[in-house]
């Protein structure tokens, strides 16, 4: 199953190697086909090889090891997926296959080898060139990079929607739910935080899976923050040296205090949240507000846990 937080992770990892691309209005000439609403454009036409399908196969070239990335990867696909594929090559400097159907355009192949793709046709459709790409790839070890059926792929393309959401946050929160607390902090281990003042930090080291909060709260504070950007147990990074210190969402710090660190500062805090598209708020009125009534009474504490 794919979460937000491996969405989260994706965008972290391939920040320095795609476009934030613009969010924009689309606005009818003729016939407004949304009277009601409003209608957006994310135009991924100028991302990397010219569409989202670079985000997944950057994450995915990126979850590779050393090793995966020497030995290879390849895949199939005559159209976005291949050439993303091929950029995410060109990025690890490593050996990159492409199989086409005989039917696929001779544009198509050149667009790939421009990207310094190996471009293999075989079979007359999609499915037979990737039936002999799944083949090789198990034969000679590479690394098959399928265009959907892969996690990191699809994480890859989830931060187009996270992207959206932090350029246009349209939405009504009517609700909070109650449930779901967390906190995101900044821990240090308890040696160090024992001699430490965090008044006079003027340049940090921290490792995070949150890159761009971390980035605002100690800018905010005329401080300078070297961002180590990790996935898994953020918590492990003092330990190895990684960063002395670090920035993790947390629930009641267990985590934390078993691997020896301790809360320095609060950076902010969330819960659970029902949200609710504006436009839709006002064409789906009757619908939404009898939803908000129906969690709102199951949220609200019964006469037995009042005080």
């Known amino acids: 199953m794919i979460t937000v937080e491996n969405v989260r992770a994706a965008a972290a990892r391939i920040a320095p190697h795609v476009r934030r691309t613009p969010l924009v209005s689309a606005r009818a000439l003729k016939d407004n086909p949304y009277p009601d609403g409003q209608l957006l454009l994310k135009l991924e036409c100028l991302q990397a090889t010219g569409s989202f399908k670079a985000r997944g196969a950057t994450n995915k070239l990126l979850s590779l090891t050393a090793e995966e990335v020497r030995r290879g990867i390849i895949t199939a ?6 050439l993303a594929t091929a950029y995410a090559g060109w990025l690890g400097k490593t050996k990159t296959t492409v199989y086409l159907p005989e039917s696929a355009s001779p544009e198509k192949a050149k667009k790939l080898a421009d990207w310094g793709a190996r471009v293999v046709f075989k079979g007359s459709v999609w499915d037979e060139a990737n039936r002999e790409a799944m083949a090789v790839a198990e034969r000679e070890g590479l690394t098959y990079f399928h265009p959907f059926a892969d996690p990191m792929v699809i994480a890859g393309q989830g931060t187009t929607a996270l992207e ?3 350029q246009e946050p349209d939405v009504y929160e009517p ?6 607390v967390c906190r995101l902090v900044v821990a240090e281990p ?8 965090p008044a006079r930090w003027s340049w940090v080291r921290v490792a995070t899976k949150y890159p761009r909060l971390t980035e605002q709260y100690f800018s905010a504070r005329g401080v300078q923050v070297e961002i180590v950007r990790l996935d898994g147990s953020i918590e492990l990074a003092p330990l190895v040296g990684l960063a002395e210190r670090i920035v993790d969402l947390v629930q009641s710090g267990e985590t934390l205090r078993a691997n020896g660190l301790v809360e320095v500062a609060e950076i902010t805090r969330s819960t659970a949240r029902l949200i609710v598209n504006r436009a839709a708020m006002k064409t789906e009125y009757a619908a939404i507000s009898e939803l908000i009534g129906a969690l709102r009474r199951r949220s609200a504490p019964t006469s037995a846990t009042r005080t």
């Open 77 to 82: 696909s005559g159209g976005n997926h291949g």
């Open 164 to 166: 959206i959401l932090e």
């Open 175 to 180: 609700l909070d739910l109650g449930f779901g």
């Open 190 to 197: 308890r040696e160090l935080w024992e001699r430490d003042d």
